[in-house]
């Protein structure tokens, strides 16, 4: 049984950095093997696609309204993903959630392609 577990969000002043890391777990799931993403859901607002790391970690991508404040990465030997998020915005409350795909469909950047979610952190940036 796989699982995405997200840690590490919390409440944070505007300016501020918070890191949310996504620990992956499962008998033979390994995020080497998977595209990872992080989406997230304001309240009153759809889930949207936030940033996105292929599953060599060579590649990246990012939603225009988190690029240049906000850095994916992976840890293979420690199955999991982290999201650091930098020069953070009250319009970047949310809750964010861990997402993995079949790496064949290319970057996770459409919620359709996600097989996996994780329970969601709660972000919150406070003006």
């Known amino acids: 049984q796989v699982q995405l577990v997200e840690s590490g969000g919390g409440l944070v002043q505007a300016g501020g950095s918070l890191r949310v890391s996504c620990a992956a777990s499962?008998?033979?799931?390994?995020?080497?093997?998977?595209?990872m993403g992080w989406f997230r859901q304001a309240p009153g607002k759809e889930r949207e696609f936030v940033t996105a790391?292929?599953?060599?970690?060579?590649?990246?991508y990012y939603a225009d309204s988190v690029k240049g404040r906000f850095t994916i990465s992976s840890d293979n030997a420690k199955n999991t993903v982290y999201l650091q998020m930098n020069s953070l915005k009250p319009e970047d409350t949310a809750v964010y959630y861990c997402?993995?795909?079949?790496?064949?469909?290319?970057?996770?950047?459409?919620?359709?392609?996600?097989?996996?979610w994780g329970q969601g952190t709660q972000v919150t940036v406070s003006s």
């Open positions: 997402a993995a795909g079949d790496r064949t469909y290319g970057l996770l950047m459409n919620q359709r392609r996600v097989g996996y």
């Open positions: 499962g008998r033979t799931f390994s995020i080497s093997r998977y595209n």
């Open positions: 790391i292929s599953w060599s970690g060579g590649s990246t």
